[in-house]
């Protein structure tokens, strides 16, 4: 479909019919580009209505009905004297899609480290990932890719296997689901923050504020299911510095978490 309004935001735009991932066509792209010796700009983007391979956290997979989720991977540049940022990447990208859900009339909260929740249900999933560890003119091009629930219904989601109060989508959370508006919000959202956040130490720290300020997950009991496999539960307490998560656990230590699967719990959970 036309995406006139994120158009005119980004510096190219690859709508597909359908695709595996847009993440692999994104980085794909830069890879042939920068091998090429052209570059792509910040801000290129690839979205799809109907993406059919995408790519979770853990490696698990992601899939929708065709035409009711926004599949959308754009490009970040990190400045190689600004590194300092990148852990932040996918909290930043959140709290972008946060305020793209919000005009279009859904009020989500961000779920550590990369997650959209409205009332607990999770509308979207953020992926980023690095494409080449040397930088090209100056800066490590990064691809963030944002998988948006736009028009599930409770059918589409249970067909999905998901229990109930576990997803929903813009529209069943009685947004505007038209993608062309939201991810013109998105781009131009994503191209305000990460702008400020590279900017220097202090842009940094104001926009990481605002992400902290936007994180359900901080205050709540958590269970963290860790890269060994084993499960921490504690209380939430804060962001790092660098965007790690600090957790108190029931005997009073704090863990300072880089990776992990978190779920918010109640006591009744543990």
């Known amino acids: 479909m036309p ?13 597909l019919d359908h695709t595996g991932s847009t993440n692999d066509v994104l980085a794909g792209l830069v890879r042939d580009r920068v091998a090429a ?6 801000l290129t983007t690839v979205v799809t209505l109907d993406q059919r391979a995408g790519h979770g ?45 919000a005009a279009a009339g859904v009020e989500a909260t961000i779920k550590w480290p990369n997650d959209l929740l409205v009332s607990g249900a999770k509308i979207t999933g953020i992926l980023a990932r690095l494409v080449t560890a040397r930088p090209v003119d100056g800066a490590l091009p990064l691809v963030v890719g944002f998988g948006i629930n736009l028009a599930q219904t409770e059918a589409d989601l249970a067909a999905a296997g998901l229990p109930a109060g576990r997803a929903t989508s813009v529209a069943l959370a009685g947004g505007d689901p038209d993608p062309d508006r939201l991810l013109a919000a998105l781009l131009g959202e994503l191209d305000a923050l990460w702008t400020r956040a590279v900017a220097d130490p202090a842009g940094l720290a104001a926009v990481t504020a605002a992400v902290a300020a936007s994180c359900d997950t901080i205050g709540r009991a958590v269970r963290v299911e860790l890269p060994d496999g084993a499960a921490l539960y504690g209380t939430a307490i804060g962001l790092c510095r660098d965007g790690r998560l600090r957790v108190r656990d029931v005997a009073g230590d704090v863990h300072e978490l880089a990776a992990g699967d978190v779920t918010h719990v109640r006591a009744a959970d543990r």
């Open 57 to 101: 956290r853990l490696d698990r997979g992601w899939t929708t009905p065709r035409g009711r989720a926004l599949a959308v991977s754009t490009l970040l540049a990190v400045p190689a004297d600004r590194l300092a940022a990148l852990p932040w990447a996918s909290l930043v990208s959140g709290l972008a899609c946060r305020r793209a859900l």
């Open 3 to 15: 995406y006139p309004e994120a158009a005119r935001i980004c510096p190219e735009l690859v709508d």
């Open 37 to 42: 010796g052209r570059p792509p700009r910040p």
